[in-house]
């Protein structure tokens, strides 16, 4: 069984940080990217950054470009989100992923993705 736990949410002013960290378990973590999206309230979900299987490819949304880095530690089975330079926009649940298909390079789209976390909030006040 799969399993996404993802921590640190929480309340941040403008122009804060925080970092997210989300532990995967059943499944071989280094085979798989790993995506973030974010549901913000009255909102579709929707995709913020992606990693893939190794670590050495990253995509991210425009709208987080140059102030949200993803990483991933594959020897703890962790994938990481900074977050910097914080909006009010960027409220929202945000929700790890597992790509359900072993190295594969479709990043953009959740469908893609078979397991997802709980989610936890990020709540940015101005």
């Known amino acids: 069984q799969v399993q996404l736990v993802e921590s640190g949410g929480g309340l941040v002013q403008v122009g804060g940080s925080l970092r997210l960290s989300c532990a995967a378990s059943g499944r071989t973590f280094s085979h798989y990217a790993m995506g973030w999206f974010r549901q913000a309230p009255g909102k579709e979900r929707e995709f913020v950054v992606a990693i893939n299987w190794s670590g050495g490819s990253t995509y991210y949304a425009d709208s987080v470009k140059g102030r949200f880095t993803i990483s991933r530690d594959n020897a703890k089975n962790t994938v990481y989100l900074q977050m910097n330079s914080l909006k009010p926009e960027d409220t929202a649940v945000y929700y790890c992923?597992?790509?359900?298909?072993?190295?594969?390079?479709?990043?953009?789209?959740?469908?893609?993705?078979?397991?997802w976390g709980q989610g936890t909030r990020v709540t940015v006040s101005s």
């Open positions: 992923a597992i790509h359900g298909q072993p190295y594969d390079s479709s990043y953009y789209y959740s469908t893609k993705y078979d397991y």
